[in-house]
């Protein structure tokens, strides 16, 4: 198959910005989000006011003298029938600390709840529209990019996100405090706003290299996910080929990388850290002698302003801080909607909830390919296949490797779609039954049986959620795997390690065989099931297909003749299309392209 190219994050990673963070985040969960908004300007006010109120009350003590805030708190107060006295601005104070302890602790709760939920929300949209997409889709996306999407970048959107909150209440505080400052002394106020405008000059040029290293550190950590995955799966072929080495230095070069990444990210932050305290400074002194000497400012009010301005500095270099660790994470929002549109662009017509016609639950069923031909970029894999297969009967398809057997059989599930020619399950056309219910009427049994980590009991119950302990027993028994997990410690109780692991293959096998038939399937489908068998595990899941015979329908594919020597008819494809078929003993007799076949696998053993 010719793949599409892989989804490209870093090409839509500009169009990453705070703005569409934010609109995402009110896509996913408005009613939170805005009560989180309105929770963190209160947060700002109540924090404003409590600095706005040591104007008076510093007043009232004999410091200072008349000002702006002061006044504004006086007609506040008596409009509520309140004399500005030291004891109740001291209890105003108090009452103003406690709501905002109160505000803090809600906009805290809010803060987690949503930045999780958020990240949560995205997780679950990427599996699902993964898992509902088309074969192709799998196909065509890298396994470990997916997975870093999945768990990687949806991390750093969890952190974009409470860099967001952050600034948002970095923002509303700075808002809240100039406001004050600007009213209580407009020409400090401007000399130190003038030094903040100055250090964002100065840090601006390291804020947009932050977002270069961030679309880098997003290509890169997909890189090191999926070259991760590959290492591990290879691990026997590395070891039994001897080159450790050669892994250890791809593994080497993407770690290097990353770690010069992850490098310039860590150290950004002290950098903007060292401008910003440096210029603040000797910003701060410069206001204080010119406000004293030239512009004769109170010296009460002059150092409220400059409190205020030194509770604030920080707050601006942590919005530089914050703007900066941004743009290493924003990237992460062009990531997870790539793949999601991807996946939503090949998503399947499933037929959620609609069942199979009445003629085809519950019985075996039949099978008629009619001039099936499927394409894969330009190359015909399967070219004018026309096969029949009856209700319960046992088929056999075989070629060598790369003939189309497996990818007749994709035809069949509907995992891949036909250029032309068409397929009846008992006479219906198998593209107007309803998908779901389609799949969910086949067994299917693949080369290597895929178990999840968990019990036998978890993993036979992946195939039929919510069967009884009875139906469980007897699919096992019929796929002749009762025996050896009665004998387990724990039976059905037993853990069977990471992909099985704690399994021989045949156990595995006749694991994988009792999950598809504990589903009661019309159509069994095996495919290169006993490719990778040992003679005696073969001979253990043919005779538990033989049980079978009449009572499902069963197409067997294999490049082991030896396993499909008791089908009813066998099926040999040669470069994507059927060139012999014929019961065993046909095919021997005529000599022809399977009794060739036959010949040089017998000479093998």
Not at 284 to 304: E, K
């Amino acid at each position: 198959m010719e793949p599409n190219p892989h989804p490209n994050p870093t090409e839509s990673a500009a169009d990453a910005t705070i703005g569409s963070l934010v609109a995402d985040v009110f896509r996913k969960a408005r009613r939170r989000a805005s009560l989180l908004v309105v929770v963190v300007v209160a947060s700002a006010l109540t924090d404003g006011a409590s600095a706005a109120l040591l104007f008076p009350l510093l007043r009232s003590v004999g410091v200072g003298g008349a000002d702006a805030p002061s006044s504004v708190v006086d007609r506040v107060l008596s409009g509520v029938g309140l004399r500005a006295t030291p004891t109740t601005l001291g209890l105003a104070v108090v009452v103003v600390a406690i709501a905002r302890g109160a505000i803090l602790l809600l906009q805290g709760w809010l803060n987690a709840d949503l930045q999780h939920r958020y990240v949560a929300t995205w997780r679950q949209l990427l599996l699902d529209s993964a898992v509902r997409a088309k074969w192709r889709f799998f196909v065509d996306v890298r396994g470990g990019d997916l997975a870093n999407a999945l768990i990687g970048e949806t991390l750093r959107l969890s952190s974009a996100f409470f860099i967001c909150v952050q600034l948002l209440i970095t923002f509303s505080l700075v808002v809240v405090y100039v406001a004050i400052a600007v009213v209580a002394s407009w020409q400090t106020s401007i000399l130190l706003l003038a030094v903040g405008v100055l250090i964002a000059v100065l840090n601006r040029r390291i804020v947009r290299r932050s977002r270069a290293v961030g679309t880098q550190l997003s290509r890169q950590g997909e890189e090191l996910q999926g070259l991760t995955g590959e290492l591990i799966g290879g691990a026997k072929l590395i070891k039994a080929t001897a080159t450790e080495d050669v892994a250890s230095q791809r593994f080497a070069v993407v770690v290097d990388r990353l770690r010069l990444l992850d490098r310039w990210s860590s150290f950004q932050p002290h950098l903007l850290q060292a401008v910003f305290e440096t210029v603040a400074i000797i910003g701060i002194v410069g206001v204080l002698v010119i406000g004293t000497q030239t512009l004769s400012i109170n010296a009460a009010t002059l150092l409220i302003v400059l409190g205020l301005f030194l509770r604030l500095y920080p707050r601006l270099s942590s919005l530089q801080l914050y703007l900066q660790q941004l743009q290493v994470y924003l990237p992460a929002l062009a990531t997870c909607p790539t793949y999601l549109s991807r996946a939503q662009e090949d998503e399947e017509v499933r037929g959620e909830g609609e069942e199979l016609p009445e003629p085809l639950r519950g019985v075996p069923v039949a099978l008629e390919v009619d001039d099936l031909t499927v394409r894969y970029g330009d190359v015909d894999v399967v070219r004018n296949v026309s096969i029949e297969v009856e209700a319960g009967s046992t088929v056999g398809i075989v070629g060598s490797s790369g003939a189309g057997k497996s990818t007749l059989v994709d035809a069949v599930l509907r995992l891949t779609d036909p250029a032309s020619g068409r397929i009846r399950v008992s006479g219906l056309d198998l593209n107007a039954l309803p998908l779901s219910a389609w799949r969910r009427s086949i067994g299917y049994v693949a080369q290597e049986t895929f178990l999840f980590r968990g019990s036998i009991r978890e993993n036979l119950e992946w195939g039929a959620p919510g069967c009884t302990e009875e139906e469980l027993i007897d699919a096992a028994n019929r796929a002749h795997a009762h025996d050896f997990v009665s004998k387990m410690p724990h039976r059905y109780d037993a853990i069977v390690g990471d992909r099985g692991v704690r399994l021989s293959g045949g156990e595995r096998q006749r694991l994988g065989l009792a999950r598809a038939l504990v589903r009661s399937p019309s159509l069994l489908v095996l495919d290169e099931a006993t490719s990778a068998l040992d003679a005696e595990s073969e001979r253990t899941v043919i005779s538990a297909l033989r049980g079978l015979h009449g009572a499902i329908t069963v197409i067997m594919v294999s490049h082991r003749l030896s396993t499909v020597r008791h089908a009813d008819v066998i099926f040999v494809l040669e470069a994507g299309e059927v060139v012999e078929r014929g019961t065993w003993d046909e095919l021997i007799g005529r000599e022809g392209r399977f009794a060739m076949l036959w010949g040089i696998q017998a000479e093998g053993h």
